[in-house]
């Protein structure tokens, strides 16, 4: 869910798109059924089959359509069959020659943050929901959320995309003390206790507990122990050592009235600055191993499930099949969540709980074999029925209802927690699909966690906060603003290593020196002013 990312393609593209969009012609519906905002337009079509092709924008995504039991089910369900495209290698490639070769598939779903969807929205290459909507399947207006329409409405009044995993204000206070957050510092629970469970909230004891931790295990299973990982570095950075890490330090998102971006490197920040000094430590004496700086996400939880990690700053959601092998093995060999890095002043985190922006979005292209069909289809997972499917499945065969409670059934509720890749594979509950999944609206029934992953997801819930209003500030596709963004990041992202790998505390200073320098020269503080300014909107549009 990493933030505040564009990919820009170019003046050049943007003008090939814009001419294939004017060059479209609207798809025609091959049912041309009424549907009304009561009854669901699905349900006129169910008996007609029909299958999509649809694209999700994560390499890693290993899912397909008809093998579990709830895919199928909803097949036979709303007649529509799905085709699962992912791109094999870079996503942002694979994605900018579907839309200049003009072959984007039926539906695309893609990060909310990503720079192809004000591309795509003005070369017209996708159609606008609501207009779909209300000609084809007013039941979507029944279904969605109107804060979230709201978030989406675009300057011409249209939507083109809505979110998963999406939180209003309502939802927070609806589900207080029930809402958890992805960003976790986990330690190996019974290396941690064999030496002496340490605090490391601070550098010192941060540093001193790698050290312990290498000494005491120096080996896993005749492989070398990682003391410290985190996410994938790419070539804008690590997600986690920059916003993860700055909320575990309690670094407020905005400044004297102007925001804070931590994709941009915090390097100006005293806080940040003496845990990144810490990390230097760590690397000098051979405790930040090299793995980190190399492994991709496939990589880094292979190794976590082998439980070779001492401590990880990591997005616990990903963690789920590591743990489950690691407490199928040992139980006392899972990680858990205990307190990280903190500030001087000992603050609290404050964690990033789902945003109204949510996670990804989903868009019906202009090349969709029956836009009707498509925005039926986004209605029906949309809703209460298809968040019960897409979550819990069939009733009666994969879960029951219980106190009007749903509940997974032993049988299946022990896969996924045994064997969640065979759960997905064989069953597809708990979000398999999770395209269009209503994590807060999951809320309201409690959640039967595993024993293999329920501590750290329970850890977080103290420190849960809204950051809506920092969501959605990605610049404009070819501003002055946008190009000085990107070619900062760039430039993080081969500073933040060179930071952890300097050879010396002076050698670090002098990098952080230049890079600040950088920004400066670079004019960040436009892409500052440009960002704080949509800051200041978003406030607007939730009444803050």
Request: aromatic share 12%; hydrophobic share 35%.
């Amino acid at each position: 869910m990493k933030k505040f990312k564009v990919v820009a393609l170019g003046f050049a593209m943007v003008a090939a798109m814009s001419l294939v969009g004017c060059s479209k012609k609207e798809a025609a519906s091959t049912t041309g059924t009424k549907a009304s905002a009561e009854v669901p337009g699905w349900k006129a079509n169910a008996d007609k089959p029909i299958k999509f092709d649809w694209y999700i924008n994560f390499s890693w995504f290993a899912r397909h359509w008809g093998d579990s039991k709830v895919s199928k089910y909803i097949t036979q369900k709303t007649g529509v069959d799905v085709n699962f495209i992912v791109p094999a290698g870079n996503e942002a490639e694979k994605l900018n020659a579907m839309i200049a070769g003009d072959a984007l598939p039926d539906l695309i779903t893609l990060g909310w943050w990503e720079g192809q969807i004000p591309m795509m929205i003005d070369a017209d290459l996708i159609y606008s929901l609501d207009e779909l909507a209300d000609k084809y399947d007013p039941y979507f207006w029944k279904v969605t959320d109107p804060v979230k329409v709201g978030w989406y409405r675009q300057a011409n009044g249209h939507i083109y995309g809505y979110p998963n995993a999406s939180y209003t204000s309502t939802d927070y206070e609806k589900y207080k003390g029930k809402l958890t957050s992805n960003e976790t510092f986990l330690v190996r629970k019974d290396m941690y206790e064999a030496i002496g469970s340490p605090d490391m909230t601070t550098p010192e004891g941060f540093l001193n507990a790698l050290r312990a931790a290498k000494a005491k295990f120096p080996t896993v299973n005749g492989q070398s122990l990682i003391p410290f990982g985190t996410n994938e570095f790419g070539d804008t950075g690590c997600s986690q050592l920059q916003g993860y890490l700055a909320h575990f330090l309690a670094i407020a998102p905005e400044k004297d009235g102007k925001f804070v971006n931590a994709d941009l490197g915090l390097t100006d920040d005293p806080e940040y600055i003496r845990w990144m000094k810490m990390f230097r430590q760590a690397h000098e004496e051979g405790l930040f191993a090299t793995d980190v700086f190399v492994d991709k996400r496939s990589q880094i939880e292979e190794k976590a499930a082998q439980g070779r990690y001492f401590c990880l700053l990591y997005q616990n959601w990903d963690m789920q099949a590591p743990q489950n092998a690691l407490y199928a093995r040992d139980p006392n060999s899972i990680y858990i969540a205990v307190d990280g890095p903190k500030n001087t002043k000992g603050d609290d985190p404050v964690l990033a709980g789902g945003g109204i922006a949510g996670w990804t979005v989903t868009l019906i292209s202009k090349n969709c074999k029956d836009p009707e069909r498509a925005i039926q289809f986004l209605s029906y997972l949309i809703s209460e029925e298809g968040q019960m499917d897409t979550n819990f499945g069939i009733e009666g065969e994969t879960y029951t209802i219980e106190n009007g409670i749903p509940k997974l059934t032993p049988e299946v509720a022990e896969l996924d927690k045994t064997d969640k890749n065979k759960q997905e594979t064989d069953i597809g509950v708990q979000y398999t699909y999770w395209m269009l999944m209503d994590t807060a609206w999951q809320a309201q029934f409690g959640s039967d966690y595993a024993p293999s992953l329920a501590q750290p997801q329970l850890w977080t819930r103290p420190y849960v906060h809204s950051y809506a209003a920092y969501d959605g500030l990605t610049l404009p596709v070819g501003s002055d603003e946008q190009l000085i963004y990107e070619d900062i990041q760039r430039r993080w992202g081969k500073v933040l290593p060179q930071m952890i790998r300097a050879s010396s505390e002076a050698e670090f200073d002098k990098i952080v020196a230049d890079f600040n320098q950088y920004k400066k020269d670079k004019g960040i503080d436009k892409v500052i002013d440009a960002q704080s300014k949509l800051m200041n909107e978003n406030k607007k549009k939730l009444g803050m």
